[in-house]
């Protein structure tokens, strides 16, 4: 696996807090490299025994004592970064840690940078990109769902899946190749129906990749939805009923919301972002003005926005108007609430823009819209063999998709083997790109620097 060379040169020792800032009971500080071993022996005055913990006094590097915890020793290379590794458990203050943590600073070792530990990690080969983008993902799992995902991610089920298929292309390619070097063989491997056979695997290999893929982009990231329409029309019930507990404020004064009003919830795993806006109407009252700016600047940014009616209004006229006010491209869906006045069933009618009939206040109707929206996004309920995947990884898939597919129309269309196998090379590094064994350093840098300082 190629590695940049820039981080193959460093030998320096890194540190950080392992555990969230805050008071606790428990706080590691993780040092990893070359001099972990004599700054732990430093501080604490033990080296224990390798993955034993032993009980210890810390103190600073002038033999003040600071604290007393645990000490634990991973030598290099079976932990985690594939460096000597020590861990000190003290208790979980701030200012105790930071003290601790400035000590191991002055016995020699730096402050690590976001995500420097599972960098080293990747680069020492303890995992490949898409594992340690897991463990990221894994720490900010929204849901049960996204949480499986990742760990099957980290436990190598992506990265096997992706050399599976990069296994297939190496073996057509070599086919291809093959049959180009030696074009005195009596056969026409241009017609042959293993090759077409090789093709059609590859085809269903790629879609059913990239389908699970999708599915996990969607576990990890979610959906954007954005609840707007006129005061009094029932966002905020809305908002209460999707999340299952009071979120928002209901009363019958209209404009109650004012400003933007943010749940996390989770529909059968998939994360959903839901904003509840002010009540869009013509005012003078400049607080609501700025509600209504941001209510309209959150709408353009939605993946879903759920356009909420009376359905004893107007019906018409009420849908004619907010749409008007709408930009072409917001995903919309009418929400007609208040069924329950009316005495309607709830229902949902397809058209230009699909219309949900509900009962924010009784629940009637909103499993309706649940499913709506998973199908707006093609989202379907994943079972334990999830896995969780980028944005990244995706377009990494489309390209490579992308390149087979070329592969075969020369193939087919102008009989090109020569073309043929270069379009797979193409493809082999598209997907080389997902697991890091094709990739440049700035990727590296984009994707480390999202993690957590302590990972």
Known sequence: MSRPASDMLRDDTIAAIATPPGRGGVGIIRISGPAAAEI???LSGVLPAPRRAVLARFGNIHGEALDEGLVLFFPGPHSFTGEDVIELHGHGGPVVLDLLLQS????GA???EAGEFSRRAYLNDKLDLTQAEAIADLIDSGSAAAARAALNSLRGEFSARVHRLVEMLTDLRSYVEAAIDFPDEDVDFLSDKALERRCNELDLEFSDLRACARQGSLLREGMSVVIAGPPNAGKSSLLNALAGYEAAIVTEVPGTTRDLLREQIAIDGLPLHVIDTAGLRETRDRVEIEGIRRARAELERADRALILVDATADLERAIRTLLDGL??????????????LLGAEPRIESGAVTRVYISALTGAGVDLLRE???????????????????????????R?????????SQLADFRAGELMAEELRYAQQALAEITGE??????????????CIGK
């Open 40 to 42: 732990g022996k430093r």
């Open 104 to 107: 191991v600073l002055a016995a």
């Open 110 to 112: 730096r402050h690590a």
């Open 327 to 340: 930009g072409t491209a917001i995903p919309v869906t009418i929400i007609v609430n208040k069924i329950d």
């Open 372 to 398: 709506h929206l998973k199908a707006c996004i093609g989202f379907e309920p994943v079972g334990t063999s999830a896995l969780s995947a980028r944005r990244r990884h995706l377009d990494a898939l489309a």
């Open 400 to 408: 490579g998709e992308a390149h087979f597919r070329e592969a075969v």
């Open 438 to 451: 094709f990739g440049s350093e700035d990727l590296l840098g984009r994707i480390f620097s999202s993690f």
